[in-house]
């Protein structure tokens, strides 16, 4: 209907050139053929006159003359005209094509007929106005649409409500024949002739497929950011396609490849030399041991258990033979901003990503990747959302026993939360955090920086890549909220507190564990009587 509509619209509109066309050739010829005025008739010489015969066929011979230029220039108007014609109905089919095939396969399967090129100029600008190319600028952390991940089998969202959980397969079917169709369309791309220019090219499949993220601008359409396994080690294929509430629409095909590089682990840290030794036990395993393209970088501030966390340090080197990493002392109150300012700007080698990260995180090598995949200088920060775990003691409590750390960090309502209001787990280019202006430094204690430093980027032009992610969790440990502490951190930090504890269920059962067992203790009563 819309593109008979359109055809409806364009048609009189040619219909009308022409008929303008028709008249101006009509005019012209009649002002060219038309006879002179009576005056111009009076000037003729008499036929009896002395140069009655001879003039006469001068006038007429000059007369004739001008007839033929006015119709010689006439038919020159005309092909003028013809042929201006002719380009502009060329640049109209050139333009239709060229958004057609813009558009891909997916305008083709649902729409064989010509479409329109106002509402194939609508649809690209669609593109143009959601943060595909460019970043926006944000007026508070609350503004960003964040991304949704998912593999072939679940999705990891944020928006749970009290009924849907963090990790699931896709319930709705729309929302399963989209994520399909999404997957579908990047294979068809991959594996399309023109995609490589290698005629033996990788076939790709299903299960190439890495992860993909999305996100719905309401007003706009869905961004889908799909990433495949390449054809050697460390290298990757990444398709973005965008959906503008129509035809999806192919908007890159990019070759990645992350083997040189390299990622810088920033750590701030005082005291607590048992969380660091957990630390290196995950360091070693997923950050030298599988993937082996890290720096670590440790800012200690003070003495006390400095010479502990050195030994751990120092012993994973010799164990490990891993050299890349620093350590830094400074003798001053913790400042978790002052720490990872100071050990982003301390490095002297080539542009390289940060990851900014805490002692009691724990990551996988499929994160790395991650961070790798969603950073780009100059154009691209990511922050992701991490995996919060409940209370070890809560969550297992009635098992008799708590399981080891591996077996917890299962992604489960009951389990823990995806940690949307926390914004201290970041990657960047370092060019990027010393191009916005770093930390601010004049933040103390807990909490606050990382919400700073946030904000930079979102009222900045670069892209904020938020998304929960599947390979990174923060472990739980007691809390404790420091009298130091301003009005406002110390609201973030109790507000923290209470998320850690346990789910809604699981807090239930704690605050009414009183009527819970006074309930029991009347069924066994009446269980008794009976």
């Known amino acids: 209907m819309m593109v008979r509509r359109g055809l409806s619209t364009w ?226 294929r990444r398709i973005v396609l965008f959906r503008p509430f129509g035809p999806i629409m192919k908007v890159k095909n990019e070759n990645l490849n992350m083997a040189n590089t390299l990622i810088n682990i920033v750590v701030p840290l005082a005291k607590r030399a048992s969380k660091f030794r957990q630390f290196m036990q995950n360091f070693r395993e997923m950050g030298i041991e599988q993937d082996g393209r890290i720096h670590l970088t440790v800012v200690y501030f003070g003495k006390e258990q400095m010479n502990e ?79 919060s775990q409940y209370n070890p003691g809560i969550i297992y409590g009635h098992h008799g026993s708590i399981p080891p750390l591996e077996q917890q960090l299962v992604i489960k309502k009951e389990t823990g939360f995806w940690r949307d209001f926390g914004f201290g787990m970041t990657c960047q280019y370092r060019s990027d955090f010393i191009n916005i202006g770093g930390f601010d430094l004049d933040i103390k204690g807990w909490g606050g920086e990382d919400v700073h430093l946030y904000r930079k980027y979102l009222h900045s032009n670069l892209i904020v890549v938020r998304t929960p992610v599947r390979g990174l969790f923060h472990l739980w440990h007691e809390k404790r909220c420091l009298d130091e502490l301003t009005p406002e951190q110390y609201k973030m930090c109790m507000q923290s507190k209470a998320m850690n504890e346990a789910s809604h269920g699981q807090l239930g059962m704690l605050v009414f564990r009183h009527e819970i067992e006074a309930h029991l203790r009347k069924q066994k009563t009446s269980s008794k009587k009976t």
């Open 309 to 387: 966390v050195k030994a751990i340090l120092e012993n994973t080197s010799r164990s490990a033979n891993f050299k890349n990493f620093t350590f830094i002392q400074l003798n001053e109150e913790f400042s978790r901003g002052k720490g990872l300012d100071i050990g982003a700007r301390i490095w002297k080698g080539n542009n390289v990503v940060l990851f900014f990260c805490d002692v009691d995180i724990y990551f996988t090598a499929e994160f790395l990747n991650t961070c790798r995949l969603n950073t780009q200088p100059g154009k691209k920060v990511f922050y992701p959302v991490l995996f």
């Open 11 to 236: 048609l009189p509109r040619m219909v009308v050139l022409l008929v303008v066309l028709c008249s101006a050739v009509s005019v012209l010829y009649m002002l060219a053929c038309t006879p002179k005025g009576i005056d111009e008739q009076l000037a003729f010489p008499r036929a009896n006159s002395p140069t009655g015969k001879e003039g006469y066929q001068a006038i007429l011979q000059e007369r004739e003359e001008q007839h033929r230029n006015y119709i010689n220039s006439l038919k020159k108007q005309i092909a003028q005209l013809k042929d201006e014609l002719q380009e502009r109905s060329e640049q109209l089919k050139s333009l239709q094509d060229h958004y057609t095939d813009s558009l891909g396969p997916g305008l083709e399967r649902s729409n064989p007929e010509k479409t329109p090129a106002d509402l194939l100029e609508f649809l690209r600008s669609q593109i143009d106005r959601a943060e595909v190319h460019a970043g926006a600028k944000l007026p508070t952390e609350y503004a960003a649409v964040p991304f949704e991940s998912f593999t072939l089998q679940k999705v990891y969202q944020l928006e749970m409500g009290l009924t849907r959980h963090p990790e699931e397969k896709p319930v709705r079917k729309d929302k399963r024949d989209e994520l399909a169709e999404a997957i579908e369309l990047a294979l068809e791309t991959l594996n399309s002739p023109d995609s490589d220019s290698n005629a033996n090219h990788h076939m790709y499949t299903a299960s190439d497929f890495i992860e993909g993220m999305y996100r719905t601008e309401k007003d706009k359409g869905t961004l889908y950011e799909l990433t495949f396994k390449g054809d050697r080690l460390h290298k990757f």
